[in-house]
């Protein structure tokens, strides 16, 4: 009667230790993805061009140690992709846009490295603004 007595009283305390955790990891996690967001910038890109940041001011926006991905909050849906601009030079654009809903955050690359430079490029050329997070 004691093994089984002792077998539950340690079942249960195995579920206690592991949904505490896994109730860790959550929040581990939710933390982190406050402390991206937490950083989030505005952005506003201007009408007529598909590239932010754009002219006249062309230059690259760079990846921080606050987000492992390159996300971007848009106030009207958008396709949007990245450009990022190597060491070596040049541009290199994703081969797809990704679908960013409007006042969602979307991950647009994921596991990017920090300090990295890039753009976002978007199919439309239409005005559009929102936050950006890197």
Not at 13 to 35: I, K, P, R
Not at 42 to 71: E, M, Q, R, W
Request: one cysteine or more; charged letters at 15%.
């Amino acid at each position: 009667m004691h093994v089984r007595t002792r077998f539950a009283a340690s079942l249960v305390t195995g579920v206690v230790v592991a949904g505490s955790l896994v109730g860790a990891a959550a929040g581990t996690a939710g933390a982190a993805a406050q402390s991206c967001y937490g950083s989030a910038s505005d952005y506003t890109k201007a009408s007529g061009t598909h590239l932010y940041p754009n002219y006249p001011t062309l230059f690259y926006l760079v990846t921080t140690a606050n987000c492992a991905d390159i996300n971007i909050k848009t106030d009207t849906t958008r396709y949007v992709k990245v450009c990022f601009q190597p060491s070596s030079g040049g541009t290199v654009c994703q081969s797809d846009y990704k679908r960013a809903a409007e006042d969602n955050w979307t991950t647009i690359a994921t596991d990017v490295k920090d300090n990295t430079h890039y753009q976002f490029y978007f199919r439309s050329d239409a005005k559009s603004t929102g936050q950006v997070a890197d």
